[in-house]
């Protein structure tokens, strides 16, 4: 019998991402950036880990290298884009996938109540996660309940 997939969004995000608290640098910014080149976003939150935005490389480029500013006198703060959408750590996983799907996004932050970051969601991972829960074409779905 195969694992149920994963029924809220909590079981299929990825925790813990990239994070910097928004009085660091944009110069902290761009040591995670070079640190890491696996690293496509960074996540600005209050000390409280309530999320505030996010930065890119293109943000840094376009708010601070192009516009001829100090890196190191400039924070997270300034140059962090609110994100457009988030899920809820307790929505149902089906539901947000769907939700992805309709606006095209491929990687969405998770938060708690109070809007406390605690993940990200990308749509590449929950494709996978329900496709290991449907059976293979021809094949009945097994009820949980019967054995």
Same mark, same amino acid.
């Given at each position: ?9 909590? !079981?299929?995000?990825? +925790? ?13 910014? /761009?040591?995670? &950036?070079?640190?890491? /080149? ?14 505030? =935005? ?13 516009? =001829?500013?100090? +890196? ?22 089906? /539901?947000?996938?769907? &939700?992805?799907?309709?606006? !095209? ?8 109540? /109070?809007?406390?970051?605690? =993940? ?12 290991? !829960?449907?059976?293979?074409? =021809?094949? +009945? ?7």
């Amino acid at each position: 019998m195969r694992p149920m997939s994963p029924d809220i969004v909590r !079981d299929a995000m990825v +925790p813990e991402p990239t994070t910097l608290v928004a009085d660091a640098s944009a110069q902290e910014a /761009g040591r995670c &950036f070079a640190d890491s /080149g696996e690293v496509r976003a960074i996540f600005v939150t209050e000390e409280d880990g309530r999320l505030l =935005g996010v930065v890119t490389r293109k943000t840094l480029v376009r708010e601070v290298v192009a516009a =001829g500013l100090e +890196p190191s006198a400039v924070t997270v703060r300034e140059i962090a884009e609110p994100p457009n959408f988030t899920l809820d750590a307790g929505l149902e996983l089906e /539901g947000a996938f769907r &939700f992805l799907e309709e606006h !095209d996004l491929e990687r969405v932050p998770v938060v708690e109540e /109070g809007g406390r970051l605690v =993940g990200v969601l990308s749509r590449a991972v929950v494709q996978r996660r329900l496709a290991e !829960d449907e059976p293979p074409e =021809g094949e +009945p779905a097994q009820d949980p309940l019967v054995l």
